[in-house]
């Protein structure tokens, strides 16, 4: 069958099982958009307000579903607006295909009209990229980007096709839908090891991250963890996995983890992490993390390994795999003098300090959302104090549920996310947990909730300033605040209803609870404007560089 | 752990952008590279890139892993700097005028090196060798007027049968 490039495309992405893609069209894109035109019945593009946005809400829907999220913009300022949406999905391994259209090949390197090298933009922030030349690789180009991006560890990837190409003219082979190969999975006499060194030990800890849920173990993992009784935490990348409340369930562990995590790391004579690269805000000191532990390794990227902390064992391949395996090969036990230990700092330590501080309070927030939504419920959040809050006391969520930019920390992630997690699960109940900081980034993706009327319910957490810098300003920088008052105006209700959506506003958790109802009975988008106190802060924080022992906790 | 010097042998596809890519990746990931070379190799779809850089073994072995990720790189050595045949060819243009050629000439000699070009006031020295011997010649030569130096810097083969090889990627890819 002869198909032009933008039919080629769009029958490749189809073939791939993709059944949504998020994008913003312009001139050198004009052609793919005819081609979707001719296709609206098989597949869905939704239009966003920025190309930021379409690359976040892909994101969203990638992270929701584990499936591979797509973009499509078109050439120069079209495609540097995903920047920022692809450098979030390479930090936390999230799978998307990035199709940008660029000038004609005639035209390249003449610094024509929105002409921009993407391919050389994105090259430290995505997997792989393709700049397609000839049009007889281009189905083979978007098939193998599918290929990159959902196997392995997850990755962006973009191809940038010039505009003759889409409009040329090829046959196209029809294939099958790409399906990963099994992953390779560690040796038996591996994982044999790691048995006998968890029989061994008297106080092991697990800390996993975002691998467990890119490896769908989220299972494997609390089957282990029930065996073995081995306590757990995890960075923000895990949040939601394993219940909260859970006596084995310490929490997040790092800058702002507990502190309970924080001692049992550093008391910890074994760790096991899984699917956790000690980023920086993990392993806070490199040299005095986890200091009586053995530390065994789990990843699926070899070059994680000792990249940033030098362990005593690696194990490279699938998680998923590994924590089958290992299951039969460990003992069921009960650890009576280390939980009680355990138990002990949680109830010491881990409880929110709140003196003098008015008005609703973001724990009553997040209790509230776990007490009304069931299992089926997504939260993305945005980046600062409002998303350390929303990990740290989001109750009900699972593998999936919590949606974050962890790496990057990119303000303004939020609301596209929560858009694409909408997009992929319509039946779930899609919490968008922002700041009047975060959400001034990219709040212009309400056109997008209305237009679609998707039921993302928008809550911010107004405490009038960029209050994670605001909170450094007065730890660190002796109250000196600069640009972090900005003393806005903005009226969140007016503004949503001005977008077409349903605004409120709530000061105490009671009105919290009657307008969250309110708001989830409706229509379409909502937003919840909840006035907090400016000085509520982020606790425990470890400042850079220290340990649990120099954790500020009021 | 101690820095030190390392000469890795990648083979690439032969494609557009792909040195930019494998110097991106020593860019991003702040990784020295003190010479780098690249030709086509005998197959004509794969490049053979060698590059000198430096770092304690933690360094030159993420170096190792984080390049072999790349979906382009098909196979990356760590050359043994004194196993391997290592060789790099110099340029350097001498001032020389007529009382000091022969001088010159005979230092030439002595490391066999080639006169390629003459001039009233300068000659042009080629060397080729492995680096320790170009770094001898040159602690002779600095002793002149050098108007002018290029190196290519260093490739490297292993010795005896062992050859590098493309491997099979696409079971492993992470």
């Not at chain 1, 990229?129 to 990837?157: C, E, Q």
């Not at chain 1, 605040?481 to 349903?502: C, H, I, M, N």
């Not at chain 1, 009657?514 to 924080?541: F, N, Y």
């Not at chain 2, 001032?95 to 030439?108: F, K, M, N, P, Y």
Request: aromatic fraction near 6%; glycine fraction near 8%; charged fraction near 25%.
């Amino acid at each position: 069958m002869k198909l032009t490039g933008a039919e080629i495309i769009i029958e490749v992405l189809i073939e791939q099982g993709v059944t949504d893609l998020f994008g913003y069209p312009g001139g050198a894109a004009l052609n793919i958009y005819e081609a979707l035109y001719h296709r609206q019945d098989r597949i869905k593009h939704y239009l966003t307000a920025h190309e930021q946005g379409a690359t976040h809400a892909a994101d969203g829907y990638a992270r929701a579903t584990g499936k591979t999220g797509v973009v499509l913009a078109t050439s120069g300022p079209g495609a540097t607006n995903t920047v920022t949406g692809i450098a979030t999905a390479y930090l936390d391994s999230v799978p998307l295909v990035v199709i940008t259209a660029n000038v004609g090949t005639s035209l390249i390197g003449k610094d024509s009209f929105q002409e921009v090298f993407i391919t050389g933009i994105t090259q430290p922030i995505t997997k792989h990229n393709y700049a397609v030349r000839d049009i007889t690789k281009l189905a083979d180009t978007v098939r193998h980007a599918f290929m990159i991006a959902g196997s392995g560890r997850r990755g962006p990837v973009l191809i940038d096709v010039p505009k003759d190409i889409t409009a040329a003219v090829c046959e196209l082979t029809p294939a099958p839908k790409w399906t990963e190969p099994k992953a390779p999975s560690a040796p038996q006499a591996e994982l044999k090891k790691v048995a006998d060194l968890i029989s061994k030990a008297k106080r092991p800890v697990i800390c996993f991250g975002g691998g467990i849920i890119s490896s769908e173990a989220g299972k494997e993992l609390v089957e282990f963890v029930t065996k073995t009784q081995i306590p757990t935490c995890h960075t923000i990348m895990g949040t939601g996995v394993i219940g909260f409340g859970d006596h084995l369930d310490m929490g997040m562990i790092g800058m702002h983890g507990s502190m309970t995590a924080n001692h049992a790391i550093d008391e910890a004579d074994l760790m096991l992490a899984l699917g956790m690269r000690f980023s920086d805000r993990v392993a806070l000191n490199l040299r005095d993390f986890a200091p009586h532990a053995t530390i065994v390794q789990f990843d699926i990227d070899e070059s994680e390994i000792r990249k940033n902390i030098l362990v005593d064992m690696a194990i490279i391949g699938d998680l998923k795999s590994e924590l089958s395996g290992l299951i039969p090969l460990v003992e069921s036990r009960e650890r009576p003098e280390w939980l009680g230990m355990i138990a002990k700092w949680q109830s010491a330590f881990d409880l929110v300090n709140g003196k003098n501080i008015s008005g609703i309070r973001p724990v009553e927030i997040m209790e509230v959302i776990g007490e009304k939504c069931g299992e089926n419920t997504v939260v993305a959040t945005d980046v600062g104090q409002h998303q350390m809050w929303a990990a740290q006391f989001c109750k009900k969520t699972r593998p999936r549920g919590f949606l974050t930019s962890g790496g990057l920390g990119t303000m303004g992630f939020g609301y596209g996310a929560a858009i694409g997690a909408a997009v992929a699960l319509p039946d779930a109940t899609v919490f968008h947990i922002t700041s009047d900081g975060s959400f001034h980034m990219n709040m212009n993706e309400a056109c997008t909730a209305v237009s679609n009327k998707l039921k993302v319910i928008t809550i911010i957490l107004d405490n009038k300033v960029l209050g994670m810098v605001h909170q450094w300003q007065t730890d660190f920088y002796n109250n000196h605040f600069f640009a972090t008052e900005p003393e806005r105006k903005s009226d969140y209700v007016k503004l949503a209803e001005g977008f077409g959506a349903r605004g409120f506003r709530a000061e105490t958790k009671q009105e919290f609870e009657k307008v969250l109802a309110e708001a989830l009975k409706g229509e379409g988008p909502a937003w919840i404007v909840c006035p907090i106190d400016r000085d509520e802060k982020v606790l425990p924080l470890i400042p850079n560089g220290g340990t649990v022992r120099s954790a500020i906790v009021e | 752990m101690s820095v030190k010097k390392a000469i890795i042998a990648l083979l690439v596809e032969n494609n557009a952008n792909v040195l930019s890519r494998v110097a991106m990746l020593f860019g991003k990931r702040g990784y020295n590279i003190d010479s780098l070379t690249v030709s086509e190799t005998n197959d004509p779809s794969i490049s053979r890139i060698t590059v000198t850089t430096q770092g304690d073994d933690r360094i030159i072995e993420q170096i190792i892993l984080q390049t072999r990720k790349m979906v382009e790189v098909k196979a990356v050595a760590l050359e043994d700097e004194n196993e391997a045949i290592l060789r790099e060819l110099l340029l350097v243009k001498v001032g020389a005028d007529e009382s000091q050629r022969v001088a010159i000439r005979e230092i030439c000699e002595i490391y066999k090196a080639s006169i390629v070009d003459f001039s009233p006031s300068s000659i042009v020295c080629e060397l080729t060798g492995k680096p320790s011997k170009i770094n001898g010649f040159l602690d002779i030569v600095e002793k002149y007027q050098i108007l002018e130096l290029c190196r290519t810097g260093v490739t490297a083969m292993d010795r005896g049968s062992k050859i590098m090889v493309c491997e099979n990627k696409e079971s492993h890819r992470s």
